[in-house]
């Protein structure tokens, strides 16, 4: 499906969605480097996971709100408080002087907000959208929420330490063109009936219950482990090229002599990029009708095949070939596995169903971590076995989902015979 079938909604959101994306990564991938650069490394961690905790406080504050008041006014309170917050924070780093821990309390308020809104978003997705052009939807949201990344991370590059106050208040901006659009152009797109929010009520223990979802649970655990796999390229196996590949090294002396394991992780990060940018659409159209099992199942396959030679060779030429082998296995995965989550949760609980969600995605974020603790004691043969047992439970645990959505179908047709 083109751009243009989507309903307006829709259209909208996936151009706020790239705005909001341009301009938070001009500034959030160097925010680690400018508080270790302050505070030291060990209060830097204490930070990041400070980070994680509030993105996980908003996701399901955020979810489970939006599912009894709707999706407008929560969109509206949390954009004007990441509004807020980044205004705070660009006045902390100001031509009349700075300030890390002002900046970072600013952060914690933003990244609170941002949490909370985003399971909202993805609801409201969920909201304007049938189910056969979810996948196209998908596609088109990977694309462009990649085309303002790779944006939005050179821009930050370039000024990140020089123009830092003007950086944060362009976020700002972002979000406040979001809240003035978002006020004007689009319409609520769920009011909760008067039973729905009864049932809701009645639920004590909401965790409990999301807990008794199998079939949700196992497919937020194989996301868990795709997520807990690709932040390996910035920790693990970063920090491996880093001290294995030596400077100059095979096809990297062709760029620079001094050229070593940070160069080949900076290039691999670029191939993956330009690759996301540059085949997501083709590959998009090529597999439109290939069976949603084989192309989800496929990409996780080839995701996790490139990710494993990565956690273990260091021949550059290598290491290029699978990065190409993991980014088509990342663009065939990714709108598959986003629109089948949407068959998975209920109408009336959208929002509190993708703040769960999101909370598995930070906790696969949060392993890298673990990772680079554990891979201390253990060697890289050993690390590369266990990411080959994620990948085999990350595949039979997708697997499982497409059979437990096939018994149930089947059970829906026999009722309906009935």
Known sequence: ?????????????????????????????????????????????????????????????????????????????????TVLAYIGAAFANGPWGDSALITFFFFILAQFCMGAVNPIYQALILDCSHPKERKDIYTYSYWLGNLGVAIGSVIGAFFFFEYL?????????????????????????????????????????????????????VFSSASLLLVAMEEQLTTYIGVRLSTEIQAGEAILSFFSQEAGGVEMLGLLKVENTVLVLFLTLGIATLTRKWPPRVTLIGGVLLFFSGYVVLSISTTPIILIGAMFIASVGEVLHIPVKQAMLATLIPDEKRSTYMGWYHVALLLGVSSAGIVMIVSHWLSSFIMTVIFSVMGFVSIGLFSQVFHENKERERHVELKEQV
């Open 165 to 217: 106050f003007f950086l944060l208040l362009t976020v700002a901006c972002a979000s406040l063109v979001t809240i003035l659009v978002t006020y004007f152009f689009i319409a609520e797109t769920y009011t909760p009936k008067q039973q729905v929010l009864l049932s809701l009520a009645k639920e004590r223990r909401p965790m409990m219950f999301l807990l008794s979802q199998r079939v949700f649970l």
């Open 1 to 81: 499906m083109s751009f243009r079938s989507f309903s307006r909604t829709i259209q909208i959101r996936l151009g706020l969605m790239s705005l909001s994306k341009l301009t938070t990564m001009m500034v959030i991938p160097y925010l680690i480097i400018y508080f270790s650069a302050e505070l030291g490394v060990v209060r830097s961690g204490l930070m990041f996971i400070g980070v994680m905790l509030s993105s996980v406080a908003g996701s399901v504050i955020g979810g489970g709100r939006s599912d009894k008041v709707g999706r407008k006014k929560l969109i509206l309170l949390f954009e004007a408080g």
